[in-house]
């Protein structure tokens, strides 16, 4: 087993995101070897809160341009974490109340 700062590799921060935490859902960049399983241990031990369902997926590459050269971003995997009613992360219950 992985410790959960290699498995967990970033918060998505987007709006849609953002829409989906009123939801209890929370998105995350994950290692792209770690199953669902892991994911889920993982976000329980770094924040403290009971995860009721994990759904993964893979981001696609997309072109990308610079000048005449064209390349392709990075493949890499996604987890969307469904947690407890009434619990939140803080890390982003920080950040949303001071949008408001």
Do not use: C
């Not at 669902?36 to 770094?46: C, N, S």
């Not at 993964?56 to 890499?76: F, L, Q, S």
């Amino acid at each position: 087993m992985n410790s959960p700062y290699e498995v967990i590799i970033r918060p998505i921060v987007t709006e849609r995101s953002f829409d989906q935490m009123s939801l209890n859902k929370y998105s995350f960049e994950v290692a792209r070897t770690a199953p669902k399983e892991e994911i889920a241990d993982a976000v329980e031990r770094l924040f403290d809160v009971h995860v009721k369902k994990v759904n993964t997926m893979w981001v696609k590459p997309k072109t990308k341009r610079v000048r005449y050269v064209a390349g392709k971003t990075r493949t890499w995997k996604k987890a969307i974490v469904t947690i407890a009613d009434g619990e939140q992360i803080e890390v982003f219950a920080n950040n949303q109340s001071q949008e408001d």
